[in-house]
C-alpha cells in the first residue's frame, strides 16, 4: 500500500487535517417521498462504539450511524436506512481508522432491541498494531538544489534545517492529520526563507506496509527560484521623507528574500511614529525572482497631534496630561514631542526633537525637561538638557547621549543644589515571547553614565554611575507563571562629592518594593539642630522580586491572582544595607492594552498593609 504525497491507496494526501467521512447511503429523508402520508416512519437508536478513548472520539465524530443518530425528526432515517447505515460502518471505520496509522483493525457491528427500548448499535474495534515511522528521507529541487550542488553554505544549512525540524521521524507514530500537518510546516519554513514558491514534487510518497505496520515516507521539494529583493516602491507617502523609510531597511537589492527581514522592516517603520499603518511585502512572481520589488503601503499620521488625559497612580497619584506632536516642525524632517504633566506630587515639562533615521538607522535627538516632585521629606525641583541618537531594533533599543542637569532638594536639612555634566549610554534588551504581555523571557535594562559633579554645597569633582534592571519570565506549565526581578544601582564617587539627586536611588512603590510609598526608602540622616531623620537618597540599590501566578479558571484565562515577595533598599554605604520586606497577594487582568495589576502589600517595616494600583510593564 502506499501514500502518494500522502492519500491512502496512492493518492494525493489532502492538506486539511479533519479526515473526511466515507460516503453512506443517504438518509431516508433525501429520498423525497412523494407525499407525507406515505412517508415510513423514522426510528430512534443508541450508539455505543468500544474502541481506545481517541479513536471512539473520531469515530463518534465522522461516522454516519454516529452523526444521524441526533438528527432532527423530519431528517431522521427509517429503520431500512438504519439496518444499511449499521451494516456500512464497519467499512467507514477501518477508513477513519487508516488515517490514524491502523490499517489492520478488526471491527465489528453488533444490535440489539430490548423490550420497550430505542434499538441499540454497538461497534467494536480491535485497532491492532499502529504503523509507525520505519525511514524518511527529505531532499530538495529547483534553485535550491543547484545552489546545494554548487556548494553554497547558506543553501546548505537551510536544507540542513529543514531536516531538522522535519517531526516525523524514526519510530514516531504515523497518521493522515501529522503527516499533512508536517508538510505544511515544512513548506512554510521553505516559502519564508528565500523561496516563496516552493511546493511539494509529485515525487512525495509514504509508503505504507499494512503487513510490518511501517511507513517508509520518501520528500522531494520543489524550492522553485530563489528570490532576491529588487528595489523599494513606497505608496501612500504624502507628507513625510522618503529618506527614512528607505535608511530603515536593512537590505540592499540582491538579498535573499525573507519574511522575517520583511516583518522586521515592517516593524520599524512602525516605530518611526509617522504613520497609522504599514505593510511590506512583494508579488511571489517567478518572472521577478532575481530583482523583486519590495512593496510598502503606509497610511501617514495627521501632521499634528494633541492628546489630554487624566490619570491615577499610587506612585504619584492624580495627574492630568496634555501631549502635543508635531511631525514636520518647521519644514524639517523632524518630530517635536511635547508633554505636560500637572499632578498632586509631581509636575513636569517634557520636549524632545527627532530626526528621521539615518543611514545607520540611527536619529539625532535634542531634549529637555523640566520636574519637580513632593515626596515624603523633601521637594526636589530639576531640568535636564540632552544631545545625543538613538537606535531602535527588534530586540535593542541604545540612547547615546550627552547631558547637563541641575536638582535643587529642599528638605529636613536644608537646601542643596547640584549640577553634572555627562556622557550617557542606555542599553534596553527584550527576548519575550509577547512585549505587551510577556509570560516568557528576559528583558534587561542597563544605564551607564560619566562625568563630573558641581556642589554649592558640597566638593566637585568626578563620577561614574552603573544601573541595572533584569526581569525573567518563566511558565511553570498547568497556567502557572513566575516572574523575578533582580535591580541593582550604584554612584561611584568620592564621599564628600555633591552629586544631583536626580542621579541618585531611592526604592519602594509599584515597581520597585510593594507595601511601602514611591521613593519612601532610602538612607536617613539626623539634622543636627533639631535631631529630626530625615530621608534623603543613596548611591547604592539593591532591589529583588519575586512573584507566582495562576489563572482563576480556565473560563478566564485573563484574569490571574498572584503571590508576591518583594526585598530592597537604597543606602549610602553596603554595610548600612538592610533589605526592607514586602508581601502580599494580587489581581492581574491580562488586558489588550497591558497587564492592570492591583496588589495589596504588607510593609514588614511598617507593620501594615498598602494598595498599589498599576497598569503595563516597567522596562
Known sequence: ???????????????????????????????????????????????????????RQLLLTYLDLARFQNAPQADGITNA????????????????????????????????????????????????????????????GGDLKKHIDAGDPAAQALL?????????????????????SAKNSTLALLRADGYPTANWSLNTIAHIDAKTHEANLALEIDSGPLFLLGELRIEGLKRYSEAGIRNVADFSPGTPYSEKRLFDYQERLGKLGLFNSVSVEIDPDPAQAAAVPVLVRVTEQSLQQAVAGVGYSDNTRERVTLEHRHLRPFGFDLQMHNKFELGRTRRAWTGELLTDPGN???????????????????????????AGRSLYTERIERLIFAELLNATVKNGLGEFTSRALSMNYNWIWRDVDDIILPTRGLTSVIQMAGGYAVSDSADNGPFGRLYTRNTLYWPLGSSWFTQTRLEFGEVFAKENVGIPDTLLFRAGGDDSVRGYGYRDLGPRKINALTGKSVLTSGRKLLTGSIEIAHAFSAKRPSLWWAAFLD??????????????????????????????????AYGRDLHKGRLHFSVGIAF
Open 567 to 600: 526585598a530592597g533598599n537604597a543606602v549610602d554605604q553596603w554595610s548600612e544595607y538592610k533589605p526592607a520586606l514586602g508581601y502580599g497577594l494580587g489581581l492581574r487582568w491580562r488586558s489588550p492594552v497591558g497587564p492592570l495589576r492591583i496588589d495589596w
Open 360 to 386: 545607520a538607522q540611527y536619529r539625532r535627538l535634542l531634549a529637555g525637561g523640566v520636574t519637580r516632585l513632593d515626596t515624603v521629606d523633601d521637594v526636589t525641583f530639576s531640568w535636564n538638557v540632552r
Open 160 to 180: 540542513a534545517r529543514l531536516r531538522g525540524r522535519w517531526p516525523l521521524k524514526e519510530g514516531k507514530p504515523f497518521s493522515q492529520p501529522q503527516w499533512s
Open 81 to 140: 436506512e438504519l439496518i444499511r447505515l449499521a451494516a456500512a460502518s464497519p467499512a467507514q471505520a477501518r477508513t477513519l481508522l487508516e488515517t490514524e496509522g491502523y490499517f489492520s483493525p478488526q471491527v465489528t457491528v453488533k444490535r440489539d432491541d430490548p423490550p420497550d427500548q430505542t434499538p441499540l448499535i454497538t461497534l467494536s474495534v480491535t485497532p491492532g498494531p499502529r504503523t509507525t515511522i520505519a525511514t524518511w528521507e527529505l531532499n530538495a
Open 1 to 55: 500500500m502506499c501514500l502518494l504525497s500522502g492519500l491512502l491507496g496512492c493518492a494525493a494526501l489532502p492538506q486539511d487535517e479533519a479526515p473526511a467521512p466515507v460516503a453512506a447511503p443517504s438518509p431516508a429523508a433525501a429520498e423525497a417521498p412523494a407525499t407525507a402520508a406515505s412517508a415510513p416512519s423514522t426510528v430512534s437508536y443508541r450508539v455505543e462504539v468500544q474502541a481506545p478513548d481517541e479513536l
